[in-house]
């Protein structure tokens, strides 16, 4: 599995001026996607809907509105 391209603008078009701690997101080359953010699967957990869950291996990360929207243009819509 390899990274293939970023989905959306890089964090310095975003406003990061030292490129440290920024929110991602990347296509993989299996066509899944990564995800760079904060991690917040204790926060969050508990906040999850009754009909969602997660697997031991699987972290809840949070990132910025901004970098979502941002990508938009670049998700796939298939």
Do not use: H
């Amino acid at each position: 599995m390899k990274i293939v391209r970023r989905i959306g603008v890089p964090p310095s078009s975003r406003g990061s001026t030292s490129g440290a701690s920024c929110p991602d997101l990347f296509e993989l080359s299996d066509g899944n996607f990564a995800v760079i953010g904060t991690e917040a699967t204790e926060t969050l957990e508990r906040e999850l809907p009754a009909d969602a869950s997660r697997a031991g291996y699987e972290r809840i990360v949070v990132i910025s509105r901004e970098t979502l929207i941002r990508a938009k243009a670049d998700i796939p819509d298939a």
